[in-house]
């Protein structure tokens, strides 16, 4: 089964960019990464997701290493109400959220 | 389109008693799955169910059951609660359980027991 690693915590300054690793070194082939963000008491919310190729939207940028074992999300302008508990999961079956990385974006 | 509609969203039972949770997924979607959140053990994977029927299950004791209606409606039971059993239990839902498809979650209903 494919797992991921994130840091445990990460802070960022508001206004700038938050780089969120995820590293998936067993992915597999057909496995897509997708991220989600948790905020307190709420449902998680999906972000983004990819196969290979680098993805855009409006909310955020994922960043696939060509290798597919790790990747990095990206808020590129990171405010206040970013702040949250982000999960990057690489398995569409039986999906499991790890604990997650806990942002928190400073004043 | 209405979102992911979890009921109740708060509930308090003792020990031994059991609890039913409901889940409306957004229209058109068909599958279903069910989380705990605890404190120290992020979000689990009960099981999920697709046209009524159990696709997958996490690593849940029997007590914890769940099915899905015709109209893709799903409930969760759990039976001779335990003082463990108090969580967060969230509901996801997304068209069918496939490689690319995302889920979408509800607010989940807040579970003590006492």
């Known amino acids: 089964d494919a797992k991921t690693t994130q840091p445990t915590s990460m802070d960022c300054a508001e206004g700038r960019a938050a780089n969120l690793p995820c590293n998936h070194s067993?992915?597999?082939?057909?496995?897509?990464v997708y991220w989600y963000r948790q905020i307190h008491s709420q449902g998680p919310q999906y972000i983004i997701h990819?196969?290979?190729n680098n993805e855009t939207n409006e909310m955020a940028s994922l960043i696939i290493t060509e290798d597919r074992k790790s990747s990095t999300l990206i808020l590129p302008h990171a405010t206040l109400r970013d702040t949250a508990v982000y999960y990057c999961?690489?398995?569409?079956?039986?999906?499991?959220f790890g604990i997650g990385t806990k942002l928190q974006v400073i004043p | 389109k209405a979102g992911v509609t979890q009921t109740p969203r708060y509930l308090i039972k003792t020990r031994g008693q059991q609890v039913t949770l409901s889940c409306s997924p957004i229209s058109g979607h068909r599958s279903v799955s069910w989380y705990q959140q605890t404190p120290g053990q992020g979000l689990q994977f009960l099981f999920e169910?697709?046209?009524?029927?159990?696709?997958n299950k996490g690593n849940f004791p029997g007590r914890f059951s769940g099915r899905q209606f015709s109209n893709s409606r799903s409930e969760m039971n759990v039976s001779t609660l335990e003082l463990g059993d108090s969580a967060l239990y969230l509901c996801?839902?997304?068209?069918?359980?496939?490689?690319?498809?995302?889920?979408?979650f509800g607010s989940g209903t807040q579970l003590s027991v006492l």
């Open positions: 999961i690489v398995r569409a079956q039986k999906v499991t």
């Open positions: 996801a839902s997304r068209r069918a359980p496939e490689t690319n498809e995302k889920l979408f």
């Open positions: 990819g196969l290979k």
């Open positions: 169910y697709f046209s009524e029927t159990q696709r």
């Open positions: 067993t992915i597999s082939g057909n496995e897509y």
